[in-house]
């Protein structure tokens, strides 16, 4: 499976991946690699070591409606929408990913990442019903961050992801 930085251009897996390079090569990367209109999110993982954390960091960062219920069926149901934000695509980077929800039972991460999992693939399928929401496939792709030489590691649910290549 291709895991390089042209997948992060396209509505393809792997949706969600991780890395050690640094936030602004992440940045780098994708405004170099993907068409012009990518929304590039950078949420802090030292802002998520709770579920109120990360309810709290995903609504700021991506400026959810008034109406977010802050739990987690507002955050997949506004995942999935975003329609505030017009883009060609979307990637969410969580820097420090070491720290995510790591005042929480190990549960919360498996439930996270699997519902980023699916928000993402509900992105990656076009929507043609005729309605004023249709919408081709659109990549949505999460990036899992460590810093480098950083001294942390990743939880095991975010190791076992695939690497973020930088070099075609």
């Known amino acids: 499976m291709r895991n390089n930085r042209s997948t992060i251009c396209q509505p393809l897996p792997p949706w969600l991946v991780k890395t050690t390079i640094s936030v602004s090569d992440v940045h780098n ?15 802090d993982g030292r802002n998520m070591t709770s579920l109120d954390g990360v309810f709290e960091e995903f609504g ?7 109406y977010y219920g802050r739990n987690s ?9 975003l329609s505030w934000i017009q883009s060609a695509g979307y990637v969410i ?3 420090n990913a070491c720290l995510l929800l790591r005042d929480e039972p190990p ?7 699997a ?5 993402c ?6 929507i043609s019903v005729g309605e004023e929401w249709d919408r081709p496939a659109v990549p949505f792709h999460v990036v899992f961050l460590s810093e480098p030489n950083g001294g942390a590691t990743f ?11 930088f070099n075609d």
């Open 60 to 66: 700021d960062s991506l400026k959810f409606p008034d």
């Open 93 to 95: 980077v969580v820097a």
């Open 73 to 81: 069926a507002a955050l997949e149901e506004c995942l999935t929408d």
């Open 121 to 126: 693939k509900e992105w990656c399928h076009p």
């Open 115 to 119: 519902l980023l999992d699916r928000v």
């Open 29 to 43: 990367m994708i405004e170099h690699s993907c068409k012009e209109g990518f929304s590039i999110f950078c949420l």
């Open 155 to 165: 939880p095991l649910q975010v190791a076992s992801l695939p690497e973020l290549l």
């Open 107 to 113: 549960s919360e991460l498996t439930w996270l990442m």
